[in-house]
């Protein structure tokens, strides 16, 4: 099982080489990646109802013999379209900027020096350095192996590990297709290491020539998808309806007209209530709201691997964490020796050999910097014959190593206290002894191995397992792995928010409660074990978790457990995992979260979340991210509920009062107008909001909550119906006092004052507690709030102080009534912060 291989270390290709096989085998891939066509886009964006209702009001304009209406309609759809289709453009950047950033990357060999490269940049005679954890993304020769283990079940069928041995030493198998001296694309290491030369990359490998392709797997759409879809078409199904109603209302107001101009009156009236009533910017905001996350939290070392995953994030309640690495910083170092004869020389040098001899493991590392430390190098530790090993399991939690030096073989274990000692001769008071030293360094928080030696002079009392063994104990050891500085602060942080962290560890409870207590981490004194998890039902289990935040001992297989125990009980759980067997408790959690630097191939594969710098700030500040997102959903769902009750409101009581079709408020070209504004204000602006500042201060959203529950919807609708008394109000006092010559006065008044309610309401939505003047100031240094703010602004200008008015069939306004719009949209949404300064009040009484 051993397979050493002695020859000189690689160069491999030189980046040039590389870049030349490129071109010549193309990309590591099975199928190439297909790019949207844009016309398909465009095409996709007309098909939209409020784009086919554009269309039928332009050919109505020239049906009329109107031209000039007829044409700035057209150019609207095109400006429209353009946004949408820009805006799906940079959607799609972001998301194949995400989509490169988590790709599978492997450890090649180039210009003689090891480098990360993408796993799609592999060619024909590179060397890949393949460890535990990575899924092979090649076929190659092996040409240097460590105890290699590959699981081959996705090619062959057989779940049994395949051993694996460099070329030359163990050659093609008799009869047999699947070499044991190559490795295969698709297959997954599951113990070992090694370094292959790469022979076939894409459709090329085994993997490809059974026909195995690459799809994307069609997405179930989540609740807030299948929310917003649901309010899309409810509004649409309401617009057929009104549209037929107002268009007979529009039908009978005027009988005068020829029965051509009627029909036409009439049908611009309903497709002006139709478009109104549409609220076709939802599924516009949560595909930007998301991937713009997605790619903030990216700069913040997040990396979503999955979209729907940035909305789950806000209702996370329960967090486990491995201890090391998460909590602590993974720099092992050793504290503390023990021997049970005195001598530490000796148990240093036992505690070495017992190491691999290629090690990755930060606590083996540790050990042989500690034997370096005590003046014994790794030529005297890794001195003679390797013959076996004892490789370590989850199971039998602890490993040893078979050394030949001369005549006699050396056995080296190393492992938990509670099984190495088991395996030991010892008399009861020795043992009793190195119990009570195991548990004292434990309760310093010090990670705690045993030492064995079994010494024999002939190859056949080599005993086939290591629990046959009667080992000599030489001693402890006590590893100490200190807590992260600012975990402290980060669980306080995550207990005010209500989200509970969970320890889960292999680790011993006394060390696993020490540390618990250091970091300030509650009910750090209540721990189940994983002989316990093993024996307990999962209905005891569930009614434990309830209390319990500590699982030490606890191999892969229990984390499943433990996950679908508190999912069990409502909880929403994210998991953090790094090996092969975490991958299916990371699958299994609500997010699953995968260390980017120590997690393998597989466990990122499988998570949702991959923490680029493995540290437990960035988990704590990613709920909060995930927080504000949400916020600013929901934010801009109900800005965009708001701004559409004006608009739609006044296209549907207009005709009810009887106003002529010429003299309207709204116009099918005016809808189109609001539309250009109301599409980068909540796009754009609202996706940009800062947190709340009590944000982690509240408990977790239950998951199932609607994304406008009574509450908000009735300030919505309230704001709405503000918006609409003013605009509507002072355009038909307007009009009254003169219907025949103030139509575009009156209409100029009303649709100036909900742009103006427009630039207001953004402000005044911003937070739900702190006032529009506190939200300004945190966002007066975003250039992107004030483009589009004074953009809105500027644009009214243009629209009625120049040529432009008499085509948008507006008007002029005087000093006065300019001022008299600012006024009147100012009180329209402003009030609402006398609702926040109330609400103030009455929560500094209950205090």
Not at 79 to 89: E, H, L, M, N
Not at 511 to 530: E, F, L
Request: neutral net charge; proline residues 5%.
């Amino acid at each position: 099982m051993t397979g050493q291989n002695d020859n000189p270390r690689p160069s491999g290709l030189t980046t040039e080489q590389a870049k030349e096989l490129q071109k010549k085998f193309g990309k590591n891939e099975l199928t190439p990646g297909q790019k949207e066509n844009i016309y398909h886009e465009i095409l996709k964006a007309l098909s939209e109802p409020m784009f086919l209702l554009l269309l039928a009001a332009a050919v109505i304009y020239f049906a009329l013999g109107e031209p000039h209406d007829g044409a700035i309609m057209l150019v609207f759809v095109l400006g429209i379209i353009s946004i949408d289709v820009i805006q799906k453009w940079k959607t799609d950047k972001t998301l194949m900027a995400l989509k490169e950033l988590s790709a599978p990357q492997i450890k090649v060999i180039r210009d003689g020096e090891e480098k990360t490269i993408n796993s799609l940049d592999l060619v024909p005679g590179d060397i890949m350095l393949i460890a535990e954890g990575v899924k092979i993304p090649a076929d190659g020769k092996i040409i240097r192996a460590n105890d290699l283990c590959v699981d081959e079940s996705t090619l062959t069928g057989e779940a049994e590990g395949v051993w694996k041995a460099a070329a030359g030493s163990a050659g093609r198998e008799t009869g047999d297709y699947w070499r044991r001296d190559c490795c295969y694309a698709g297959t997954l290491v599951i113990q070992g290491s090694a370094a292959v030369m790469v022979e076939k990359t894409g459709a090329a490998t085994e993997y490809g020539k059974i026909g195995t392709h690459i799809a994307n797997a069609p997405e179930n759409p989540t609740p807030l998808q299948k929310q917003t879809g649901a309010l899309v078409k409810f509004s649409a199904g309401m617009a057929a309806v009104l549209f037929a109603l107002v268009g007979c209302i529009t039908w009978f107001n005027i009988p005068g007209h020829m029965f051509k101009d009627r029909l036409v009156e009439s049908l611009l009236s309903g497709i002006t209530l139709a478009m109104a009533m549409i609220p076709e910017e939802f599924p516009v905001i949560l595909t930007v709201f998301l991937s713009m996350g997605a790619w903030r939290l990216a700069k913040k070392h997040s990396l979503v691997r999955k979209l729907p995953a940035v909305e789950t994030l806000g209702a996370v309640s329960v967090l486990c964490v491995d201890k090391t690495g998460t909590i602590t910083l993974n720099q092992m170092t050793v504290r503390e020796t023990w021997a049970l004869d005195g001598d530490e020389k000796r148990l240093s040098e036992i505690m070495g050999m017992a190491c691999e001899i290629e090690t990755y493991d930060p606590m083996e590392k540790a050990m042989l910097d500690h034997c370096e430390n005590m003046n014994i190098t790794r030529e005297q530790l890794f001195a003679g014959e390797l013959v076996t090993e004892y490789p370590f399991t989850n199971q039998a939690k602890m490993m040893g190593h078979v050394w030949k030096r001369g005549s006699s073989f050396i056995i080296a274990a190393k492992g938990s206290p509670e099984r190495i000692l088991n395996i030991c001769e010892l008399t009861p008071e020795e043992r009793k002894r190195a119990e009570e030293k195991a548990v004292e360094m434990s309760q310093k928080g010090l990670r705690v191995i045993a030492v064995g030696q079994m010494n024999t002079g002939n190859a056949n009392d080599v005993p086939p397992a290591l629990s046959d063994c009667r080992l000599q104990l030489r001693g402890l050891i006590g590893l100490a792995d200190p807590p992260r500085e600012s975990v402290r602060e980060d669980i306080k942080r995550c207990t005010g928010a209500g989200v509970r962290v969970v320890m889960i560890t292999g680790d011993n409870g006394v060390t696993a409660s020490s540390i618990a207590r250091q970091v300030g981490m509650p009910n750090s004194d209540k721990i189940i074990t994983g002989d316990e998890l093993a024996s307990i039902p999962d209905e005891e289990l569930r009614a434990r978790v309830r209390e319990v935040n500590i699982f030490s001992r606890v191999v892969p297989e229990h984390k499943m457990r433990i996950v679908k125990a508190f999912k069990d009980i409502g909880e929403v759980v994210a998991m953090t995992g790094d090996g092969v067997n975490d991958a299916p408790a990371l699958k299994y959690a609500d997010i699953g979260i995968a260390m980017g630097k120590r997690g393998s191939e597989v466990s990122r594969e499988a998570a949702d979340l991959i923490l680029l710098d493995d540290n437990f700030s960035t988990i704590v500040d990613t709920i909060k991210d995930g927080r504000r997102i949400y916020d600013n959903i929901k934010k801009a769902v109900g800005y965009v509920f708001s701004i559409h009750i004006p608009i739609a409101c006044a296209s549907l009581f207009a005709p009810l009062l009887g106003i002529n079709p010429s003299g309207l408020m709204l116009l099918p070209v005016h809808i189109v107008l609001l539309e250009l504004v109301i599409d980068p204000t909540c796009s754009i602006v609202l996706e940009r909001q800062p947190a709340e500042r009590s944000i982690m201060e509240r408990p977790p959203r239950n998951p199932n909550e609607k994304i406008l529950n009574a509450k908000s919807l009735t300030k919505f609708l309230l704001q709405g119906i503000a918006v609409f008394t003013a605009s509507f109000g002072t355009y038909l006092a307007v009009l009254q006092a003169n219907p025949q010559e103030n139509a575009a006065v009156a209409r100029t008044m009303g649709i100036a004052i909900i742009l103006f309610c427009n630039i207001l309401l953004v402000q005044v939505n911003s937070s739900h507690t702190d006032f529009a003047v506190q939200s300004m100031k945190r966002l007066a240094g975003d250039w992107v709030m004030w483009v589009v703010s004074v953009g809105t602004f500027a644009g009214l200008i243009l629209m009625i102080y120049t040529p432009a008015s008499r085509f948008l069939k507006l008007a002029p306004l005087t000093g006065r009534q300019f001022l008299l719009a600012i006024v009147i949209a100012f009180a329209a949404v402003m009030w609402f912060e006398l609702v926040k300064l109330a609400t103030r009040i009455k929560e500094k009484r209950k205090t």
